[in-house]
Structures are given as structure tokens and as C-alpha cells.
């Protein structure tokens, strides 16, 4: 697998001397870590925590998408759908249209964004809220902090600051499961209801009603991402592929040695969004 890594000017560092400070590195290892990437026709669009959100161009130029939102901002995630870029921040949810940041009206602290079946929906400090209307309203969980969710063809799964809710369509019916955790990423894997912990756990539903809590040698999971039929697992020692044989749960190295928060798939490339070293790819 060939891989590389995007510096500040959006060159590989052999390419760009200049851009080094005092310490060796390329500033944004330092001042930059990247929480969401996501990859459009044009340009790969990439957002920090605190330091906003940037898009390198097909020269690879980086330029900031700053205009519109609030400086003091920290982006939790990006979405694109069917072209439209969405901001989860601190601040709230924020759309890019005609080259700035909209104000979407939700103004509560947002971490996950889904447009499902035509509606948007966004996971945020208040619960999970819905766009009824060109309005947004309380949809579910209000009194908890929701930080992902999932729309399954019975289920809503729903997770919180302390565990999962999860919403039966056929029997009309919500299940919680608490779990003495913060459920901070959602997926399926082969059947399994899978999600990361804010204690940087994997966690297992076992399709009876329980989950089981597995951690991996020290590594601390920051997310769970299913791309196709494959689950990747963002950990702070690299990216994992997530395996399994028989009942035993496993992970697959992809890129050791940073820490990746994000990962998405265009074009047979694997971008990851790391803490320390900028933007990242393999060729796979």
C-alpha cells in the first residue's frame, strides 16, 4: 500500500523545508488535531478541534472555510451529503453554501449529523432533534447528551451519555441499555451492533440483549467506522480493520504508529484524520 501525508501547504514534507518551525515538524503536527475528514468531487475537507475547517484543493492548497463561523468553534465531525457540507460544532450545526458557514438554527453543542429518508437529523447535548418542517424539534432521548445514532430498517439506535436506546418500529417500543459508559460511535459489524466508549472500549451487543465490553492491549478506540463491507477502528495507536473468528473479536493493522481520529474511503484511497500528523492516505 503506498501512503503519504499532507503538511499545512498540502505537500508532502520532503517537498517543503520551509514550513518547518523550530522543533522539526510541520506546524499543524502540533497546532492541528484533526477530528473528521471527509472527501468531496474537488477537494478533501478536513476539520480541527479549535482550529476550524480546512479544504485542500486538487493543487493541494489548503484553505481555511472560515467565514460564518464562530471563532471559538470546535468542529466534532463533518458530513456531506449529496454535495452539502455540514459542520457539528461546539457551537451548533452549520451548513457551507456560496462559500460560508450557515447557520443551520440548531445552536446547541452538535456531534453528529444524518440526512435519512429526506430529514435531518442531529445528535446534540439536548438529545437527538429532527428538521420538521424547516424546524427543528426534540425527535428522542431529550434529557441525555446523544453523540451518534443509526437508522436501522426496525431499529433507531440511539447513542448517549450513558449507554444505547434503542427504538422497536414493529413493536412500537424503546429498549435502554445502560451501560455505566458514554457511547461516542456507532456501526454494525456481521449483525452485531458494535460502539466506541468514552473509556476507549469496543463495544459488543451479543444479540440477546447485553453487551460486552473489550479492550485491545492498552489501545484506546476514539471511533467505529463501517466503509463498505469492511469496520474500520480509530484507536490512539493507528488504524485497525476490525476481524473476527468464530466468537472472537480481533484487529487488523492498516497504519500503526499515529493516532487516527476519522477515516474515509474515495476513490480506492483511505484518508485519516490523525491528532498529531495532519492529514493522511493509503492507496489501498
Not at 431529550?142 to 413493536?171: C, T
Request: aromatic letters at 14%.
Amino acid at each position: 500500500m503506498k501512503e503519504s501525508r499532507f503538511n499545512a501547504n498540502g505537500q508532502q514534507p520532503e517537498q517543503t523545508e520551509e514550513v518547518i518551525n523550530h522543533e522539526g515538524k510541520p506546524w499543524n503536527w502540533m497546532l492541528f488535531p484533526f477530528s473528521s475528514v471527509r472527501v468531496g468531487q474537488e477537494s478533501i475537507l478536513a476539520a480541527s478541534v479549535g482550529y476550524g475547517v480546512y479544504e485542500i484543493n486538487e493543487f493541494g492548497e489548503w484553505n481555511k472555510l472560515g467565514a460564518g463561523m464562530p471563532e471559538n468553534a470546535s468542529v466534532n465531525r463533518l458530513q456531506l451529503h449529496s454535495g452539502v457540507l455540514h459542520a457539528c460544532t461546539s457551537e451548533g450545526l452549520y451548513m457551507f453554501d456560496e462559500e460560508e458557514w450557515v447557520d443551520t438554527g440548531l445552536a446547541v453543542p452538535c456531534f453528529q449529523y444524518r440526512l435519512l429518508g429526506g430529514t435531518g437529523y442531529a445528535a446534540t447535548e439536548y438529545g437527538l432533534w429532527a428538521e420538521i418542517r424547516g424546524e427543528w424539534q426534540k425527535f428522542a432521548c431529550p434529557e441525555k447528551r446523544v453523540y451518534d445514532f443509526m437508522n436501522l430498517p426496525q431499529y433507531l439506535v440511539v447513542a448517549h451519555e450513558s449507554g444505547i436506546s434503542l427504538y422497536d418500529r414493529f413493536m412500537d417500543e424503546w429498549a435502554e441499555f445502560e451501560l455505566q459508559r458514554a457511547v461516542t460511535s456507532l456501526s454494525v459489524f456481521r449483525g452485531y451492533l458494535i460502539g466506541a466508549s468514552d473509556k476507549g472500549e469496543l463495544l459488543v451487543g451479543d444479540k440477546r440483549g447485553r453487551f460486552d465490553r473489550i479492550r485491545f492491549s492498552g489501545k484506546f478506540i476514539f471511533s467505529v467506522v463501517s466503509i463498505g463491507i469492511d469496520t474500520y477502528v480509530c484507536t490512539d495507536h493507528g488504524l485497525f480493520r476490525l476481524s473476527q473468528i468464530q466468537s472472537h473479536f480481533s484487529l487488523l493493522s492498516v497504519k500503526l504508529g499515529v493516532p487516527v481520529t476519522d477515516v474515509e474511503l474515495h476513490d480506492g484511497r483511505l484518508y485519516m484524520a490523525t491528532l498529531f500528523q495532519g492529514i493522511q492516505y493509503l492507496d489501498i
